[in-house]
């Protein structure tokens, strides 16, 4: 009897929520929350947590939630830690028509997942994806938020500053019908971030098509500290330039302008040493970079008090970011080095 109730759950199941988590204590209680709030039925969904070995409270506090809905609820581990090694053993356990892929470090808005499965049934997209809200806690934290909704600070990176519905290269997350990964195949193992991208760039290169709606909408949570942020940005840009390599064509040119800047500021002055015209260039290149970062600066704040931090955030988001890129270049030049050898 059990074996054939689970059965008839099973068949009720249109959308299996995917979610990798790892030591996310701070965010995953009201993530679930925003979950429990959502329009859409809980008999037609499940939810998959698929857990990386956390050391903190993680999964104590998901299993408080499966005990009030353990016919919604499934809980999975992770032993590579990663998320696409935690995307692919969620998508073979799903059993809904629809996967969609959420971060605990979000937030939901009610018609969060009514609204993607209404975008997947009525376009021809093979994923959807909203936009994303960035917050942050305490000064420094809307801070960065702050920068990281503005153009400036992340380029023409639309589901983080805005923008409209349409076709677009990628979107946060994502929500798929279920045949798309037997048709395009599963998450990229080797990529230990980007991975979004390049699933999103191999659906497009094989002819299918991704979609930004402006009313599916989430919160998501960034990091709060400079230190947090710096790190971030390093990490980044680091695995732009390994994915760019693994993957080539995932990428969008987007991805490195930090290194192009970072590395216009490193060698314009040793060119100046050799011809000095490359110093008039250096000093206009350093003055408009300025005058943008005190534009936008201005352009990005919700209080006057916000500025100066603006003012030093944007630059080392943009220098770490590029810094990253160079390690990415680095390494990947040692691993040629020793394959050689």
Same mark, same amino acid.
């Given at each position: ?21 790892y ?12 979950l ?15 857990d990386?070995e956390?050391?903190d409270?993680?999964?104590s ?10 016919? !919604?609820?499934?809980?999975?581990n992770?032993p590579?830690?990663?998320? $696409? ?7 073979s ?33 093979d ?7 960035t917050?942050?806690?305490?000064f ?25 519905s ?5 979107? $946060? ?14 998450y990229?193992?080797?990529l230990?971030?980007n991975?979004d991208n ?10 299918g098509?991704?979609f930004?709606?402006?009313?599916i909408?989430?919160? =998501? ?9 710096s ?11 390994i994915?760019?390599?693994?993957? $080539?064509?995932?990428?969008g ?13 490193i060698?314009?002055?040793i ?11 250096f ?5 408009? =970079? ?21 003012l030093? !955030? ?27 050898l």
């Open positions: 009897m059990e074996k054939y109730n689970e059965e008839l759950i099973k068949k009720d199941i249109i959308v299996s929520v995917v979610m990798p988590v030591n996310e204590e701070s965010y995953i209680e009201g993530c679930i929350k925003s429990l709030n959502q329009d859409y039925k809980k008999s037609h969904m499940e939810w998959i947590f698929i990386g956390s050391s409270a993680t999964v506090m998901i299993k408080k939630f499966q005990s009030d809905y353990p016919n !919604l609820i499934k809980l999975y992770n590579n830690k990663t998320v $696409p090694y935690a995307m692919n053993i969620g998508i356990h799903a059993v809904g028509k629809y996967i969609i892929r959420l971060d605990a470090h979000s937030m939901y808005h009610s018609d969060y997942i009514s609204k993607c499965v209404h975008y997947l049934e009525t376009t021809d997209a994923n959807v994806g909203g936009v994303a809200k917050i942050g806690n305490g420094v934290g809307h801070g960065i938020a702050l920068m990281l909704s503005s153009k400036f600070g992340v380029g023409n990176s639309e589901f983080r500053t805005g923008g409209t349409g076709y677009v290269d990628t979107v $946060p997350f994502g929500a798929f019908r279920k045949e798309v990964f037997e048709k395009y195949g599963m990229n193992e080797s230990t971030r991975q390049e699933m999103n760039y191999r659906i497009r290169k094989n002819g098509k991704i930004l709606s402006d009313e909408k989430l919160s =998501y949570y960034c990091r709060d500290t400079i230190k947090g942020i790190d971030m940005a390093l990490k980044n840009g680091k695995w732009n330039v994915t760019m390599k693994l993957c $080539p064509g995932s990428m040119a987007r991805h490195f302008i930090p290194l192009l800047f970072l590395s216009s500021l060698i314009m002055p060119l100046t040493l050799v011809i000095p015209f490359f110093g008039y260039l000093a206009l290149e350093v003055g408009l =970079y300025l005058f943008l970062d005190l534009i936008f600066s201005f352009k990005a704040q919700d209080h006057l008090k916000y500025i100066p931090l603006l030093i !955030l944007f630059p080392i988001f943009h220098i770490t970011y590029g810094m990253g890129s160079i390690l990415g270049i680095i390494e990947i030049m040692q691993k040629k080095s020793e394959v050689s």
